[in-house]
């Protein structure tokens, strides 16, 4: 955790519970939890890249992570891999810098590429054995919060980001 610079977050069972609600006008909804968003949050401001890597695509989404403070946000992604490799190029980021959480077979491939692979508790088992970290809570539960939290407070970046250092 001490090399981490950069968190890369799947949307679906990672920052939600995996479930949505359909409105009688076929909109899907979603719940994402607000402790996850300030620790999203925190993270940016302390320096950290923060990007978003989903197959699904909802604009309310993409407004939730923007107000974040979030801007690689990439949702509609078939290829997982390609748009992981595309933005590290860009920002120079090596894998191993890269904390990325997902929680099913579509991370799988993304997943084998990065320094610290990790998923919440209830990620399907073929996520379960390739990561190096599983959390403790099932994802949009925090779980999102729990990584980055672990992180910031290995490199003594957690409560500092409390204290007012980082204005």
């Not at 993270?43 to 992570?65: F, K, M, Q, T």
């Not at 959390?135 to 672990?150: L, P, W, Y």
């Amino acid at each position: 955790m001490n090399d981490i610079t950069t968190f890369v977050f799947d949307v679906d069972g990672v920052l939600t519970d995996s479930s949505v609600f359909v409105t009688n006008e076929g909109e899907i909804l979603r719940t994402m939890n607000i402790r996850d968003g300030y620790a999203m949050k925190a993270a940016v401001e302390s320096g950290y890249n923060v990007c978003i890597i989903s197959g699904g695509s909802n604009e309310g989404v993409r407004v939730r992570l923007r107000n974040l403070g979030i801007n690689d946000i990439h949702l509609g992604t078939p290829d997982k891999v390609k748009t992981f490799k595309e933005y590290t190029d860009t920002y120079n980021i090596k894998p191993e810098q890269v904390l990325y959480m997902g929680d099913d077979i579509p991370d799988f491939h993304v997943m084998k590429l990065v320094g610290l692979p990790t998923c919440p508790q209830d990620a399907s088992p073929e996520i379960k054995n390739i990561c190096r970290y599983i959390s403790h809570v099932n994802g949009g539960k925090g779980a999102a919060r729990d990584v980055i939290e672990q992180v910031m407070k290995v490199q003594g970046k957690w409560m500092e980001h409390f204290s007012g250092k980082h204005d």
